[in-house]
C-alpha cells in the first residue's frame, strides 16, 4: 500500500543503530505508524520532533506489517515555543492525548482541521480558549457528544449536567463563543472539566492513565 499525506508527529523511538519508529496523525489516514531509515542521522532527526508537521511517504507490500515512511519537513512548530511553557505543554498534550486515544488507520478529518486551526491560533492570545474547544471538539468525535442548554445564562460559572454527574464549568463552554477576557483560574475549570470527560469516559474505563503533559497544562493555568 502506497500513499503520500501530511500529518503531525506525536511520536517516535528508536529501532535498529540508524531507523526510527514513528507514529503520525495524517490527514487522509488518521493516526499511522511506521518505519524511517535514516531517522537517526542529523539531519532527519533535527526535524522529527514531537509535533512538527511533516509530510510523509508510505509504502509498504503487506498491509499487517510496520510501513517504510519517508519524511519530510513542513513546518517546524514544537521548536518555536521552547522557551514557552504552557505552549511547550500544549504541544507534548495534543500529541500525548491523539497518540493515546485515537485507533490506527481511522480517518477524523474534523479533528485534523480543529488541529490545524488550533496549531495556527497558538500566537493568539486567546489560544487557551481554542485549546479548550480543541478537546471537546476531541472528545465529541470520538463518539461522547453531549448537548449544552444556553438559556438562562447569568454567572461566569454554570453548571452542566452530563450523565447524571453535575460539572461546574465557565460559561463559555456553554456559550460556545470566545470571551472579551479571561483568567487563568477560568482556563484552569475549563481544562478541569474537560480532563474529568476524558478520565470518566475512556482513560478509566481502558485502564489508561491520563498523559502528565496534560496535567502539567492544567497545572499551569493554577
Not at 490506527?104 to 487557551?128: G, H, Q
Not at 480558549?129 to 447569568?154: R, V
Amino acid at each position: 500500500m502506497n500513499w503520500e499525506d501530511e500529518g503531525y508527529l506525536l511520536s517516535k523511538k528508536k529501532f535498529r543503530e540508524n531507523a526510527v519508529i514513528i507514529s503520525a496523525f495524517t490527514q487522509k489516514y488518521g493516526k499511522i505508524t511506521g518505519i524511517v531509515y535514516g531517522g537517526t542521522s542529523r539531519k532527519v532527526k533535527n526535524y522529527l520532533q514531537i509535533g512538527n508537521k511533516i509530510f510523509i511517504i508510505h509504502s509498504s507490500k503487506n498491509r499487517n506489517k510496520l510501513g517504510y515512511l519517508k519524511t519530510e519537513i513542513i513546518e517546524a512548530i514544537s521548536p518555536r515555543y521552547f522557551n514557552d511553557k504552557k505552549k511547550s505543554y500544549v504541544i507534548l498534550s495534543i500529541t500525548s492525548l491523539l497518540n493515546s486515544l485515537l485507533p490506527d488507520e481511522e480517518t477524523y478529518k474534523n479533528i485534523y482541521l480543529s488541529l490545524n486551526n488550533l496549531i495556527s491560533n497558538l500566537e493568539n492570545e486567546n489560544w487557551p480558549i481554542i485549546y479548550s474547544f480543541w478537546e471537546i471538539n476531541l472528545i465529541k468525535e470520538l463518539g461522547f457528544g453531549f448537548k449544552t442548554d444556553k438559556t438562562n445564562i447569568s454567572n461566569d460559572i454554570v453548571s452542566l449536567s452530563i450523565d447524571d454527574v453535575v460539572y461546574k464549568v465557565p460559561k463559555f463552554i456553554v456559550n460556545e463563543e470566545i470571551p472579551d477576557n479571561y483568567s487563568n483560574k477560568t482556563i484552569n475549570q475549563a481544562l478541569a472539566f474537560t480532563r474529568n470527560l476524558l478520565l470518566n469516559k475512556f482513560y478509566l474505563p481502558n485502564n489508561l492513565f491520563l498523559p502528565r503533559s496534560r496535567v502539567f497544562l492544567e497545572n499551569s493555568f493554577s
